[in-house]
Each structure stands twice: as structure tokens, then as C-alpha cells.
């Protein structure tokens, strides 16, 4: 019985170990916002071969740092807010657009077997680390985006650039 029971939990070290190697998720970039502490964390999800996942590239889901920081998937109704479309280029990347920024489109691929996500910020390539959303409630509780602020790192000097964009409502 105990042989059984030792053959068991290895099997189950070795699944969880394979399993782990199989699906790799590494950070792209996360959205802050005014309202409490609670971040939505973007990922690429990378295969076995640490390439991005061509069916699914890119995860995204909450991370509730205003009560325990534990993770929670994002609802249908807040795709609304955060969700986007990514699709796979030919030239071997992935054109990205979200919702919560509209204005302007990432290129996520991998450098030096990172994933990145770039994008325009102040007028300079750079890579995406963090989008900073100010919103106020209305009254029935709904939010309105005053504007959001876009920080990364500038692709050729790797100084760290910032951008903040007024949203017209």
C-alpha cells in the first residue's frame, strides 16, 4: 500500500512538473487603475518549444491586490473594458488591439526570448510595462476614463518613457 501510495505521489510531481514545462506564461504588461489597488495582469502564453502560443497567445485576468492577491478571471462584462483581439502575423508576430486603449495597436513577439509587447509611446518605440487608468464613477456606478498614462521602456536607449492620454467622452 505504501509503494502504491509513494508511486502515486511521484506520478503526480512528474505530471505537475510536465505540465508546467508544457505551459509557460510570462508577463507582458499590467493595467492600474484609480479605482482600488486590483491590477489586470497580460501574459503570452508560451508552448514547449518557449515560442508564443499561435491558438492562445496571450492570458489576461485579475490579480485582487485590495483584498488577498489572488487571481480571478475576467467576466464577460469586463471584456468589455479589457479585453482585445490579437491575431498572428506573417512577419512572425502578433498585432494586438485593446479595448481600454483604442488609439493605438502593440506588436507582441519575442526578443532575445522575452515576450514583449511594443508600442508607440511619446512618439518612440518602446515596450509596454504599464498603463495607468484615472476613471470616476457616475452616478449609477458606472466609470468614466478621464485618461490613462502608458509606461515602458524605449526600444533604443532603454530609458523609461511615459505618455499620458486625455480621453475625449
Known amino acids: 500500500m505504501k509503494k502504491i501510495k509513494l508511486f502515486i505521489q511521484i506520478a ?14 510570462n508577463s507582458l504588461f499590467k493595467i492600474e487603475r484609480s479605482k482600488n489597488a486590483n491590477i489586470v495582469q ?20 485579475w490579480l485582487l491586490h ?14 468589455k473594458a ?8 506573417e512577419a512572425g508576430y502578433f498585432d494586438m488591439q485593446m479595448k481600454a486603449v483604442e488609439d493605438r ?21 518602446a515596450y509596454l510595462s504599464k498603463i495607468y487608468i484615472d476613471s470616476t464613477d457616475n452616478f449609477m456606478g458606472i466609470p468614466k ?3 490613462y498614462t502608458l509606461t515602458g521602456n524605449d526600444i ?14
Open 66 to 79: 485590495a483584498s488577498d492577491g489572488s487571481r480571478e478571471e475576467i467576466t464577460t462584462f469586463q471584456k
Open 105 to 125: 495597436k502593440l506588436k507582441v513577439s519575442l526578443i532575445d526570448g522575452e515576450p514583449k509587447a511594443e508600442i508607440l509611446i511619446n512618439g518612440k518605440n
Open 12 to 25: 503526480a510531481v512528474l505530471f505537475l512538473f510536465t505540465a508546467l514545462a508544457f505551459t509557460q506564461t
Open 145 to 147: 476614463v478621464n485618461y
Open 42 to 61: 497580460y501574459d503570452a502564453n508560451l508552448d514547449a518549444a518557449g515560442q508564443i502560443n499561435v491558438k492562445k497567445p496571450i492570458d489576461y485576468y
Open 82 to 89: 479589457y479585453g482585445f483581439s490579437v491575431k498572428y502575423n
Open 156 to 169: 533604443e536607449t532603454g530609458d523609461e518613457v511615459e505618455e499620458k492620454v486625455a480621453v475625449k467622452n
